[in-house]
C-alpha cells in the first residue's frame, strides 16, 4: 500500500518577525489602553512642578477608563467604568473639552458641586479662601531669558499642599473671576504657573469626568531643549538628570 504523503507548510524566515512585531504592538497598546502612558510636556502652564521637556507615566488606571483610555478615542462606550474619582490636587492628564483629539495636563481645583472663585488673585473654594504663602523665587528660564516669578504653597481644603507660581497683581483678569459651580460630573482645572495657564477660568471651562485620561504620576525623563543633533556632547548636557523618576505632587 503506497504511504500517503503530508503536505507540509512551508515557513518563511520572516514569518517569526511580522508574529513578533505584531504581538509588540498589540502588547504596546494595551499598556497604554489599562496601565500606563507616557506624556511629554509641551507649555509651561504647570511650572515650577512640571516643566517643558519633562516626560511623565500617567496611570490609566487610577480613575477607570472611557472611550478616551482608548486610541483615537473610539466609541466602545460612554462615561466611565471601575476605578475612583479624582481628589482634589491631583495632576491629571484629559482632553480638551472643546477638541477631544488634544491632551491637556492641569491639576484638580473643583470637584462636583464646588464653588470656585478667583478674587485678588487668590482662590476660594466654597466661600472660603485658600491659604496661599510665599517660599522663594523660582527662576525661570525660557528663549534663553531668565526671569525670577514668585513662588508659593497653597493648603487645600483637604490639607495637600501644592506649590504654585503667581507674577501678576492688581486688575489681569485671572485675578478676579465669577464665581463657577462645578456641575456634577465634571470637574474645575488649573495650571500650578497661574499667570500663564489656559485652564477652567478660560476656554478650557468644566472637564467631563468621561474626559479624564489618568494621573500623573513620575517623570521618567526630562531634557532642557538644549542638544543639538549634530553636536552629540549636548545631547548629555542637555539631560536634567536631577529630574529623572521624581514623583509628580
Known amino acids: ?3 500517503k504523503k503530508t503536505e507540509q507548510k512551508k515557513h518563511y524566515p520572516w ?5 513578533t512585531v505584531i504581538f ?3 502588547l504596546a497598546i494595551t499598556v497604554r489602553s489599562f496601565a500606563y502612558e507616557p506624556f511629554n510636556i509641551p507649555s509651561g502652564s504647570m511650572k ?4 517643558i ?5 500617567v496611570s490609566k488606571f487610577s480613575y477607570g477608563y472611557s472611550r478616551y483610555s482608548f486610541p483615537f478615542g473610539l466609541p466602545f462606550f460612554s462615561g466611565r467604568i471601575l476605578g475612583e474619582e479624582p481628589k482634589r490636587g491631583d495632576v491629571v492628564v484629559f482632553r480638551f473639552p472643546p477638541n477631544p483629539r488634544i491632551d491637556y495636563i492641569k491639576r484638580v481645583i473643583g470637584l462636583p458641586g464646588d464653588h470656585v472663585q478667583v478674587k485678588e488673585g487668590i482662590v476660594y473654594i466654597n466661600g ?3 491659604p496661599r504663602h510665599y517660599i522663594d523665587d523660582f527662576a525661570d528660564k525660557e528663549n534663553n531669558i531668565v526671569k525670577s516669578i514668585p513662588r508659593y504653597i497653597e493648603t487645600l481644603p483637604e490639607g495637600k499642599v501644592i506649590t504654585i507660581l503667581k507674577e501678576k497683581e492688581g486688575s489681569y483678569a485671572a485675578n478676579n473671576t465669577q464665581e463657577y459651580i462645578v456641575p456634577e460630573g465634571h470637574y474645575f482645572m488649573m495650571g500650578d504657573n497661574r499667570d500663564n495657564s489656559k485652564d477652567s477660568r478660560f476656554d478650557v471651562g468644566f472637564v467631563p ?3 479624564l485620561v489618568g494621573r500623573a504620576e513620575i517623570i ?3 531634557t532642557d531643549g538644549s542638544a543639538n543633533y549634530l553636536n552629540p556632547a549636548s545631547w548629555f548636557s542637555a539631560l536634567r538628570t536631577n529630574r529623572f523618576f521624581k514623583l509628580v505632587k
Not at 15 to 19: A, G, K, L, M, P
Not at 53 to 57: A, E, K, N, V
Open 1 to 3: 500500500m503506497a504511504e
Open 15 to 19: 514569518d517569526d518577525s511580522i508574529r
Open 24 to 26: 509588540a504592538v498589540l
Open 48 to 51: 515650577s512642578n512640571l516643566l
Open 53 to 57: 521637556g519633562d516626560y511623565l507615566f
Open 128 to 130: 472660603k479662601e485658600i
Open 209 to 211: 469626568a468621561e474626559n
Open 220 to 222: 521618567w525623563f526630562s
